[in-house]
């Protein structure tokens, strides 16, 4: 194992091929893991933090930081400062912290956490779990990245309508939304109740409530074939009010 020291200039730090931890502090500061398990720590400063091959915690600190974990399950702090993380391939564990944070989970089951204040959270391929945290929200979705099983299908597990916002190609409008109360208990069910109920090649987003179990499935249709091929489930959206066309918008301010 190697150990690295910044100082409180500018720093360029690149790591083994072995485990390393490697300490920024002040300035800004580019820290490369390279392979290995490696724990990073950005200090002080604008940091460019690349954890690369290996299960890596990466920690920004104060300031601004840009975060990618590359390959392994990695676990990536933005800290204090607008920051911005991604998971990329494997397994990772994203958390913004305080201030403005972007965060993208990338391939895998990732858990993305945005803190406090307001933050963008698309958790991409693979079933993940995206928490806004405090503040106002949006949660990004593309055709197909969060599927309608449940092995797929992303969970919004602190959905807030009066805060909150999901992104999509197709925005919701009063004309391609529907809402519907449900008996079901899975996005599947929840999806062959929608495919069945609203077949017009006009809806684009449907959303089922269950107030037994105060849940919440938003189905879409991105691609206008009749099929709703991108799911997510809102936990505490079991009821109409949760939910409206007007909080489905366009992803072309992303």
């Not at 360029?12 to 800004?28: A, C, E, K």
């Not at 399950?73 to 494997?90: A, H, I, K, Q, T």
């Not at 963008?120 to 993940?128: A, P």
Request: charged share 20%.
């Amino acid at each position: 194992m190697a150990t690295f020291y910044g100082d409180d200039w500018p720093n360029l730090i690149d790591g083994t091929t072995r485990r390393d931890i490697i300490y920024g502090f002040g300035s800004d500061d580019d820290l490369y893991g390279f392979s290995g398990n490696d724990d990073i720590y950005g200090g002080w400063g604008y940091d460019i933090i690349l954890g690369e091959n290996g299960n890596d915690y990466l920690n920004g600190g104060d300031g601004p930081d840009d975060i990618y974990g590359g390959s392994g399950n990695d676990s990536l702090v933005g800290g204090y400062g607008f920051d911005f993380l991604f998971g990329e391939s494997g397994n990772d564990r994203l958390s913004g912290g305080a201030n403005y944070d972007n965060l993208y989970g990338g391939s895998g089951r990732d858990s993305l956490s945005g803190g406090s204040s307001d933050d963008l959270l698309e958790g991409g391929s693979g079933r993940d779990r995206l928490s806004g945290g405090t503040g106002d929200d949006a949660f990004v979705f593309t055709r197909g990245s969060s599927g309608i099983t449940s092995a797929s299908a992303d969970t919004i597990t602190d959905w807030s309508a009066a805060a909150d916002w999901i992104g999509m190609r197709i925005a919701g409008t009063s004309a391609n939304y529907r809402e519907a109360s449900t008996t079901s208990t899975s996005i599947e069910a929840a999806a062959s109740q929608a495919e069945a109920t609203f077949t017009s090649g006009s809806i684009s987003h449907v959303f089922l409530y269950n107030s037994t179990t105060d849940t919440g499935y938003l189905l879409s249709d991105l691609d206008n074939d009749n099929r709703f091929e991108t799911g997510v489930v809102l936990t505490g959206a079991g009821s109409a009010a949760d939910m409206n066309y007007r909080f489905i918008i366009g992803t072309w301010w992303i």
